[in-house]
DNA sequence: GTTAGTGGAGAACGCTCGTTCTCCACGACG
DNA sequence: CGTCGTGGAGAACGAGCGTTCTCCACTAAC
């Protein structure tokens, strides 16, 4: 197994074992029995496990962000298209192994004791609040609708996370869709033509 | 000094280090050097950290909400008292030492391994949920109106832990307002007299 | 065939921390 | 005055875990 494969591999692993079960809870041996590289591979590749948290984190905002975007922009209207991060989110809850957002929940864990992880979190979040902004921008929208639609996001995915009602992501959509009709409101688009 | 008041300061030491720190991160030594109260004490206070645990998460969620309702019911106004929920959270993310809700940590931190602490941030959220739904009942505006508000509120509480923005309560009492006049528009009051 | 180098399996080390134990000071009662 | 019970301080124990080390099998070059 070449270097690249052990590090996808113990990629996998850590974002399986940490998304499920929290950081701290999770051993380096788990990840090296899941991931099957051995644990002197494991530490050529990282050098401790904060970067191994690190690397997790860094992926899977990559990979969180892309498969939104991708759908996102499988829709053509703007408006739509703000929608449809909301119907992206309810096909995320509805996942199995859903356990509410990784950064929110690093956050909670490790927040406080590790600048790094908190920094993550926040990039996180402020990523996802510009992204927003380009589809408020892209439906000449104003950008407060865009951090409403952020709170009602964050709020949705920390409800699905704890109360685990498949609802949440419905009732998120529904207020999606008063805030933007309220928006729509106070600036109608350009005439046509 | 007396059981209780033992109690009392090993809580104190508890609700402040789990709070600040996260509850994988504080040792009962700690706890112990805090609150003043030996370690043999402690224990026969408290049979085992997680019993601790479950004591600092029931306390902080009666607190928690009797400071809201007491915001809440200064208000006399039936619709005012839903914005006054939002005026309350800016109080409470202005506070010194503000760090996110402490049930949303806790559960990223154990959820995953601690099935008490699962429903302890279980039961605290829909605790919260009911209480908005009594808010939008007396002002005869529907339920949908307060699972919206519920994820406003929670989103705000997230976004203002992980990005300290301290704009964030306002951006949420923003959008509670147009929600709200979305929902009165639906359902107008019913006529006086 | 011998040897040097690579990588795997897992034991070992050192630290942290939840929990328990030891020892001692002190006050109450005979 | 002696002794017994209570409670405090903190040492000690044992488990878990991040990290390193040891040992060995295998391969390739000479």
Known sequence: MDREAARDHVLDAAEELFYGRGIQAVGMDEIRSLSGVSLKRLYQLFATKDRLVEAYLERRDLSWRRRLAEH???????????????????????????????????????????????????????????????????????????????LLAEGAMVTAGILRDPGTAAQARAAAGLLLESARRTRPPAPAG
């Open 72 to 150: 996102v922009e499988s829709c053509d209207d703007p408006e739509g298209r703000i929608i449809a991060v909301f119907d992206w989110l309810e096909l995320w809850f509805g996942e199995p192994g859903f356990r509410g957002c990784a950064w929110i929940n690093s956050y909670g864990e490790l927040g406080a004791t590790s600048a790094t992880v908190a920094a993550q979190a926040r990039r996180h979040k402020q990523a996802f609040g510009r992204y927003l902004e380009t589809l408020t921008d892209g439906a000449h929208l104003p950008r407060d609708l865009a951090g409403h639609l952020l």
